[in-house]
């Protein structure tokens, strides 16, 4: 008798203890399923907000670069102006979303004086101005205004030195000038080009580099004279 009592006391254990670990290994699994399906929600819902996020922003930049592509059609075709053949006969193409005032009487020391900019052109009197692009032709030989200018930039401590360089037009490879990258002699950044005219020189130049684009592949691929 005691050993059939000690045998059903085993069985007994037995049975519990797979219960116990049936219930374990049950709750795990409940656990560990609610953990999958919470991890997988939260994971759903951070992908869809990256998502939509990145469909914003690919619309945004899709929008910029049409209005880019938009402000850059709208400046073709170009304006032309055409100097006194006086003065060497400038041909000059510009954006025809800017406006231009050119002094070309000849009245003054410098010659030709033009002011050129989007849309109005601005107080030609106030220096604090800036303007996309400006042209003169100044009533000096190239070689004494080259030397005024390297002096100006030279004795000018404000900003890192301009760099300066040998410079043709694209229409004119056989004329030598210079290239003025950075301070200009207005102490403003840009681009300026100067050109020797016969016994008068000519200096065209962008005041600030938002226009540096239209200066290089505009004005000056477009720009001629008689010299």
């Known amino acids: ?18 219960l116990v670990l049936t219930v374990l290994l049950l709750v795990g699994a409940i656990g560990f399923a609610a953990w ?16 939509s996020k990145a ?18 059609d709208e400046k073709q075709p170009l304006r032309a102006y055409k100097g006194p053949e006086a003065y060497g006969s400038i041909a000059l193409s510009y954006p025809k979303t800017w406006s231009g005032y050119v002094d070309d009487s000849g009245k003054a020391a410098t010659v030709i004086d033009g ?27 190239y070689s004494q205004v080259a030397k005024n200018l390297a002096q100006s930039l030279e004795s000018s401590s404000d900003g890192p030195a301009p760099n300066i360089t040998a410079y043709s037009l694209p229409k004119m ?22 050109l020797p005219l016969r016994s008068q020189t000519i200096q065209i130049w962008s005041e600030t ?18 010299p």
Do not use: C, H
């Open 115 to 141: 002011f050129f900019s989007p849309n109005i052109v601005p107080s030609t009197a106030d220096p604090a101005n800036v303007f996309a692009l400006r042209l003169q032709v100044v009533d000096q030989p």
């Open 1 to 18: 008798m005691l050993m059939i009592q000690n045998n059903e006391r085993g069985a007994v254990s037995g049975v519990a203890i797979s």
């Open 55 to 72: 469909v914003t922003i690919a619309k945004q930049e899709e929008s910029s670069a049409k209005d880019k592509q938009f402000i850059e």
């Open 36 to 51: 999958a399906f919470t991890s997988r929600q939260d994971y759903k819902s951070n992908t869809d907000e990256k998502i």
């Open 209 to 226: 580099g938002q226009f540096t684009p239209d200066f290089e592949n505009s004005i000056l691929p477009n720009l001629s004279y008689s």
């Open 173 to 194: 490879p056989k004329v030598v000038g210079i290239k003025i990258i950075g301070t200009l002699p207005n102490q403003k950044q840009g681009v300026m080009v100067v």
